[in-house]
């Protein structure tokens, strides 16, 4: 087989563009339907009559799509492809081309039936690549050769010789004026596919940045922090401190009696049932489940029970106002906080004050 041609023309890549943050699979795919790549694909076929093909990392390992609407497909490689096996041929050796090619350079490289092609590496790493090619669509200068090679594969798949000899011929032999043309083409497109990806990715950063300092984002990352720097630490102790209804934590306790030891540390916090699972590394049902069966109480009533006793704390200090006793036990309405204290109690808090002032 004729060695691969290193068609160098200024290629913009750099080292770094190897390197290049690829997005998810099923973000990666919708990327690839971006108009600049159609009509470049489009204005691929017109000019030098071949389509763009790309090969993308997907779920399953390396994948490849057509650019393009256009259903242009040269009678040669139409002939092959009708062929069940012929086309999985195709697809492994377009997967074969991107995986060997080199960066900063198109090449020109052989198909498995010894048409032609022109590759051109975007990015790559260890496990991946991505990568534009041509849709095998000329003959280079040694057409004995390239035959030799479509006889021979042909025969392995079942092909009419004479069919298949009729389609080889009508295979164009490009000028190097049409080969440098189609190089450019698949240089825009890969200097194309470069920024979109790099568009996206920032765009999500912009959007990762922006999610994370809502106030929601904000209070559960405090939470967590909370939770995390207490959770150690009560493991190093190994023990917790003595607090009604509960029993003490020992080292190597449950997730769940961790957590119930950090609510009543700092019932205060803003906990969600979703934030305490999430800690756990479990589901909020099966967090929900474990919970109650743990405490006989769901996650909200437990940490009112622990809200309600951090008050009775609140209530003690004659600086603070019913209202400011409420926000600080974590309570974000005072009616609220003043009606769950009175049923727990039977005496409102401001009637609890008045006890202790006796």
């Known amino acids: 087989m004729k060695p691969e041609t290193n068609l160098r023309m200024n290629a913009t890549s750099t080292p770094s563009d190897l390197m290049l943050k690829l997005p998810s ?7 690839l339907s971006d108009p600049l790549l159609n009509k470049l694909s489009e204005l691929a076929v017109k000019t030098v009559g071949m389509r763009l093909v790309v090969v993308y990392p997907s779920e399953k390992g390396l994948d490849q799509l057509v650019i393009g609407t256009s259903n242009y497909l040269n009678s ?58 041509s849709s095998c669509c000329f003959i280079d200068q040694d057409a004995d050769s390239s035959w030799d090679i479509a006889k021979r594969q042909g025969k392995e798949l079942g092909l009419d010789e004479q069919n298949l000899r009729k389609a080889f011929k009508e295979l164009p032999r490009l000028t190097a004026d049409k080969v440098e043309m189609a190089n450019q083409i698949m240089g825009m497109a890969s200097d194309a596919l470069r920024l979109i990806i790099s568009k996206a990715n920032a765009e999500s950063e912009v959007e990762r940045e922006r999610d994370s300092h809502t106030p929601e984002k904000q209070m559960t990352a405090m939470v967590e922090n909370e939770i995390h720097l207490l959770t150690s630490s009560l493991r190093e102790k190994g ?19 961790i957590i119930s030891e950090v609510v009543a540390t700092r019932p205060y916090l803003p906990y969600s049932l979703k934030t305490v699972a999430a800690v756990c590394r479990i589901t909020p049902n099966h967090f929900s489940f474990l919970f109650h069966k743990r405490h006989n ?50 005496v409102s808090p401001r009637q609890w004050r008045m006890k202790l002032e006796r």
């Open 25 to 31: 699979p099923g973000l990666l795919r919708g990327l």
């Open 76 to 133: 040669f490689c139409k002939l092959i492809q009708e062929c069940g096996k012929g086309a999985d041929h195709c697809r492994i050796c377009h997967l074969v081309m991107t995986r060997s090619s080199r960066p900063n350079a198109s090449l020109v490289k052989r198909c498995h039936m010894g048409a032609s092609a022109l590759v051109r590496l975007v990015s790559g790493h260890e496990e991946s690549s991505l990568g534009v090619l």
């Open 239 to 257: 023990k917790s401190r003595a607090t009604p209804n509960r029993r003490k934590a020992q080292t190597g306790a449950s997730p769940i009696d």
């Open 297 to 346: 109480l769901c996650f909200s009533e437990y940490l009112t029970e622990q809200r309600l006793l951090y008050s009775k704390k609140l209530l003690k200090n004659l600086t603070l106002n019913i209202s400011q006793v409420a926000s600080t036990a974590g309570f974000q309405d005072a009616g609220y906080f003043a009606r769950r204290f009175k049923q727990k109690n039977g």
